[in-house]
Every structure is written in structure tokens, then in C-alpha cells.
């Protein structure tokens, strides 16, 4: 069993920031990429930021480039998502996710370990 756990995340103001952590653990396994995705009350889960295991590549949702940053977290054997200038469209339910292949990072079906997700809202 592999468990993946976010924490982190909350209310804020818009123009705030907050750090969303996803802490990994269980059976040992391939690491291609990890993910953060988002999912609004009645819309799809969207990509918002992958990173490549190994290299340390990064890729970014047009819709946060600039704003949101992706990195390692060792202590976690995890990733963090570092989000600033928070805007209320931000709103959602943020999901940490392993990939099972390099490409295609912005597509759901590229992860096959999915954490339960952290909410973030953000008010203006």
C-alpha cells in the first residue's frame, strides 16, 4: 500500500499564501513525477503542478505560472506546493498524486496514487 497525505491547507485572504505539504509513505515503488491538482465544488479536477522525480523539471497550470511553486520534500518523501498571491478562483480541493510515467503530468490518468486532499479557500 502506498498513502499519500496533504496537510496545509485553509483559509485565507486574497494576495495570501500557504504551503501544501503531501507526506508519502508505505511499500517501496517507481517515482517518475509527483502532482498537485485541484477540484472546485462542480467542476473537474484540474492540473496545477507536476515535478519530475529525478531531474527536478517542474510544469505549471497557465492559471498559476508565477504564483504556485512545486518542490521536493525530502523529509517527507514528498512534495510541497508553495502558493502565493492567492486569488479566490484558487478556491478547491487540493490533491497530491504519484504519476506512473514521465509524460503527460497535466493528465488525471498519468496518477495512480491519489491522496484524500486539503482545502483551501481563499476569500475576497
Not at 509527483?34 to 484540474?46: D, V, Y
Not at 510515467?101 to 475576497?124: A, E, F, K, M
Amino acid at each position: 500500500q502506498v498513502q499519500l497525505v496533504e496537510s496545509g491547507g485553509g483559509l485565507v485572504q486574497a494576495g495570501g499564501s500557504l504551503r501544501l505539504s503531501c507526506a508519502v509513505s508505505g511499500r517501496t515503488f517507481s517515482r517518475y513525477a509527483m502532482g498537485w491538482f485541484r477540484q472546485a465544488p462542480g467542476k473537474e479536477r484540474e492540473f496545477v503542478a507536476a515535478i519530475r522525480w529525478n531531474s527536478g523539471v517542474t510544469h505549471y497550470a497557465d492559471s498559476v505560472k508565477g504564483r504556485f511553486t512545486i518542490s521536493r520534500d525530502d523529509a517527507k518523501n514528498g512534495v510541497a506546493l508553495q502558493a502565493n498571491m492567492l486569488k479566490p478562483e484558487d478556491t478547491a480541493a487540493y490533491y497530491c498524486a504519484s504519476a506512473r510515467w514521465y509524460s503527460d503530468l497535466n493528465n488525471t490518468r498519468t496518477y495512480d496514487h491519489w491522496g484524500q486532499g486539503t482545502q483551501v479557500t481563499v476569500s475576497s
